[in-house]
Nanobody, 124 residues
Framework: QAQLVESGGGSVQAGGSLRLSCVAS????????MGWFRQAPGKEREGVAT???????FYAASVQGRFTISRDTAKNTLNLQMNGLKAEDTGMYYC??????????????????WGQGTQVTVSS
């Protein structure tokens, strides 16, 4: 059974750092574009960062220069290092995987696997 399991969320003050991790099992990891989405209360889900087999990392403008996405193929993990956190980064963060194509956009419908989410809360 394919599965994505996130960890690493928590509460920090503005300017702090958190590192999110996602362990992938089954067919979710190979030939995949993977990434992180987030959703704040009352807002739509938005793409934060993606990284694919055929391309490097891409970031939303709002996190460029502060967040770093990385893959550890040997451990089947996806990480998101978040530095310089701001109150507007607060939300539920989801690990996602697209195993149906090499597309790697911020369209949520492209991703056929989603983790359960991990909460990030940044206080100002």
């Amino acid at each position: 059974q394919a599965q994505l399991v996130e960890s690493g969320g928590g509460s920090v003050q503005a300017g702090g750092s958190l590192r999110l991790s996602c362990v992938a099992s089954g067919s979710t990891y190979s030939r995949a574009c993977m990434g992180w989405f987030r959703q704040a209360p009352g807002k739509e889900r938005e793409g934060v960062a993606t990284i694919g087999i055929l391309r490097g990392a891409f970031y939303a403008a709002s996190v460029q220069g502060r967040f770093t996405i990385s893959r550890d193929t040997a451990k089947n993990t996806l990480n998101l290092q978040m530095n310089g956190l701001k109150a507007e980064d607060t939300g539920m963060y989801y690990c996602v995987s697209n195993t149906r194509s090499y597309s790697c956009t911020y369209n949520p419908s492209e991703y056929n696997y989603w983790g359960q989410g991990t909460q990030v809360t940044v206080s100002s």
